[in-house]
């Protein structure tokens, strides 16, 4: 990727490989204070809580029998959502099936 960026924006090799660590710098910065990170038109990274889930009956599909499905703590998720144009470059489906 740094290849790419250096020949499309005319910065040498070594000055696209800085900009790419200072951009991972301040998305992983952002995301470690919980906020909302949108990069370019591309995508979005959110930082989401997953709440916790209390023990639970449960049922074993193969033999049937009851089970306890365990408690699970709070977790923390960074959920990706593409934007309209990283939807918009996406291949047709014709093209990712014949890979």
Same mark, same amino acid.
């Given at each position: &990727?740094?290849?790419?960026?250096? +020949?499309?924006?005319?910065?040498?090799?070594?000055?696209?490989?800085?900009?790419?660590?200072?951009?991972?710098?301040?998305? =992983?910065?952002? *995301?470690?204070?919980? +906020?909302? $990170?949108? *990069?370019?038109?591309? $995508?979005?990274?959110?930082?989401?809580?997953? !709440? #916790?889930?209390?023990?639970? !009956?449960?049922?074993?599909?193969?033999?049937? +029998? +009851?089970? &306890?499905?365990? #408690? /699970? !703590?709070?977790?923390?998720?960074?959920?990706?959502?593409?934007?309209?144009?990283?939807?918009?470059?996406?291949? !047709? =489906?014709? /093209?990712?099936?014949?890979?």
């Amino acid at each position: &990727m740094t290849l790419a960026v250096a +020949e499309k924006s005319g910065l040498s090799r070594a000055d696209a490989k800085k900009a790419l660590a200072a951009l991972e710098e301040v998305v =992983l910065s952002e *995301i470690g204070n919980a +906020e909302k $990170v949108k *990069i370019g038109g591309v $995508v979005q990274l959110d930082v989401r809580v997953r !709440p #916790a889930t209390e023990a639970r !009956p449960g049922r074993n599909p193969a033999t049937g +029998e +009851e089970i &306890m499905i365990s #408690a /699970k !703590p709070a977790s923390v998720a960074v959920k990706a959502r593409p934007l309209a144009k990283a939807k918009n470059a996406a291949p !047709p =489906l014709s /093209k990712v099936e014949n890979r």
